[in-house]
């Protein structure tokens, strides 16, 4: 059976200048970090994370009932059967960073692989007047020569990227692409290499634009070579994870050699 196996470079800066995104190799635009916690005009926060995989009903997340200044968020990812690592579990707190405040409400909403919660605050220092902006963790988004591994995961992978082989001779790969839905994906192949794009079209109110995602990955064939167009390739993305099946086509010429 002839098989191939992705090849990933996606971890190696092309330039000197290095990454966009130190948070994801493929982000070209958009965002940066795992995770942001802004103070918004009307004094709430506004915490964004990054948890491709997750499915929209299957976050959970709570007030700290002991101190009220953070907001503790765990999820797990949709298992389909591919990742040797199996499902990503995620877990993590963000919040305040103050004596003088503590939160009274949360809204939250989980979509396409990103939750985005609002907590709300009341002073508990009534000497206190100036507008704290203290928050809880530091925004690390950056750009480097270094890809980060996700701090929030404490099981399964951490990289935005994996690949594996399958018992038939083609190939699974996946991507992390945060906030992108499923229409707003292109993927695309030559002979030995699979190109895709992928936006956030529809950007949130809180979040400075949307994210623009672009990659390619490529295939080294085990012998004989075989032209990865005669395979039949599937992608589409799931809870902002792009996942892509590269799978040999049936032999239909009545030749089983």
């Not at 032209?227 to 992608?235: P, Q, W, Y």
């Amino acid at each position: 059976m002839v098989g191939f196996k992705c090849i990933d470079l996606s971890a190696l800066p092309t330039d000197t200048e290095g990454f966009y995104a130190t948070n994801n190799q493929f982000q070209k635009r958009g965002p940066k970090g795992f995770i942001q916690v802004k103070v918004l005009d009307d004094d709430k926060l506004y915490v964004r994370v990054d948890l491709p995989g997750v499915p929209d009903d299957a976050v959970h997340h709570r007030i700290d009932a002991v101190r009220q200044k953070v907001v503790f968020f765990s999820a797990v990812t949709f298992d389909d059967g591919y990742e040797k690592q199996g499902v990503r579990e995620y877990s993590g707190t963000a919040g305040l960073g103050c004596d003088c405040c503590e939160i009274a409400g949360l809204d939250a909403k989980m979509k396409d692989g990103v939750l985005r919660m609002i907590p709300s605050r009341v002073k508990v220092k009534k000497d206190h007047d100036n507008k704290c902006t203290n928050t809880v963790p530091p925004f690390t988004g950056k750009s480097g020569r270094r890809v980060e591994e996700h701090p929030f995961v404490v099981k399964g992978r951490k990289r935005a990227y994996v690949g594996e082989p399958l018992d038939d001779g083609g190939v699974y790969f996946a991507v992390d692409v945060p906030g992108v839905g499923n229409g707003d994906v292109e993927v695309f192949a030559n002979e030995s290499e699979i190109n895709f794009t992928a936006e956030v079209k529809s950007v949130f109110e809180h979040d400075e634009s949307g994210r623009l995602y672009l990659g390619s990955v490529d295939t080294s064939w085990s012998t004989p070579a075989v032209s990865l167009l005669s395979h039949a390739i599937t992608g589409a993305v799931n809870f902002g994870v792009l996942k892509v099946l590269i799978t040999p086509r049936p032999n239909t010429g009545g030749n089983n050699e």
